[in-house]
């Protein structure tokens, strides 16, 4: 199961955090894609919106779901990469840390809603969901 990675970027401020993300992932057994490593190598390179917003949704119709960390407040980007997910039909895996509180419209969406102190606090619940679509 691929599944398309989205969560706030803030320069190389967060890149570690991003790439403790993405191997949390891997070790689930999920294969990881994330936008902004895997298309703007870590940079931005859209300068048109169109030309961003085409490229996302082309790509998240390759994956098989979305995960999206909703911690920090999302901004427009993530809550259009959960709608366009949501529009085509993906599972949708909202992660959010322990004890914080976050937009009530994931909930709605959300396949599973999986909380965490740390990125790696994901993976036994994203390996589970695997085992439970392929038994």
Known sequence: MKIYITARFKGNENKEELEELCEAV??????????????????KIFEEPKFLWNRAKFELKKCDALLVDVTDAPSDGRIAEAGMAYAIGLPIFVIVKNNVEYKPLFSGIATKIITYDKYQDITEP??????????
């Open 26 to 43: 891997k070790a689930s057994g999920m294969e990881d894609f994330c936008f902004i490593r895997d298309v703007e190598n870590y940079q």
């Open 126 to 135: 994203l390996a589970e969901y695997l085992k439970d679509i392929n038994p």
